[in-house]
């Protein structure tokens, strides 16, 4: 399944999605073993930024969120349903229940 989260905030989207990438920071044993978040800015015609997996190891970094402004609200979507505890974790400590709201998606 996917998840899109919708948080209703008037603070801008790489804002939102810092404080996931802040939350989602593993520092191991060893000095070279990190694991974290980390945004980029998206690289087609809309304003958006992407949410991607690093660790010292990979070569490259898996995409798990996509991050963007609809209207009054922040979305941040297609969320792995495995990932959601590294979202929503963060997301209701920062902004509340009230203000956090998610849609589950079966994939096709």
Same mark, same amino acid.
């Given at each position: 399944?996917?998840?899109? &989260?919708?948080?209703?905030? =008037?603070?801008?989207?790489?804002?939102?999605?810092?404080?996931?990438? %802040? &939350?989602?920071?593993?520092?191991?044993?060893?000095?070279? %073993? @990190?694991?974290?978040?980390?945004?980029?800015? #998206? @690289?087609?015609?809309?304003? *958006?930024? +992407?949410?991607? =997996?690093?660790? $010292?190891?990979? @070569? +490259?970094?898996? /995409?798990? $969120? /996509?991050?963007?402004?609809? #209207?009054?609200?922040?979305?941040?979507?297609?969320?792995?349903? %495995? /990932? $959601?505890?590294?979202?929503?974790?963060? /997301?209701?400590?920062? *902004? #509340? &229940? +009230?203000?956090?709201?998610?849609?589950?998606?079966? @994939? =096709?």
């Amino acid at each position: 399944m996917t998840i899109w &989260f919708y948080v209703k905030t =008037s603070e801008n989207p790489t804002s939102v999605g810092q404080i996931i990438c %802040d &939350f989602n920071f593993i520092q191991g044993e060893h000095p070279e %073993d @990190k694991y974290s978040y980390v945004m980029e800015k #998206g @690289k087609g015609e809309t304003e *958006y930024w +992407e949410i991607r =997996s690093r660790y $010292a190891d990979w @070569k +490259e970094m898996p /995409l798990v $969120a /996509l991050v963007y402004r609809a #209207g009054d609200t922040v979305v941040v979507s297609e969320v792995a349903d %495995d /990932l $959601a505890p590294n979202f929503i974790d963060p /997301l209701l400590e920062k *902004y #509340g &229940f +009230e203000n956090v709201k998610w849609i589950v998606v079966p @994939k =096709s």
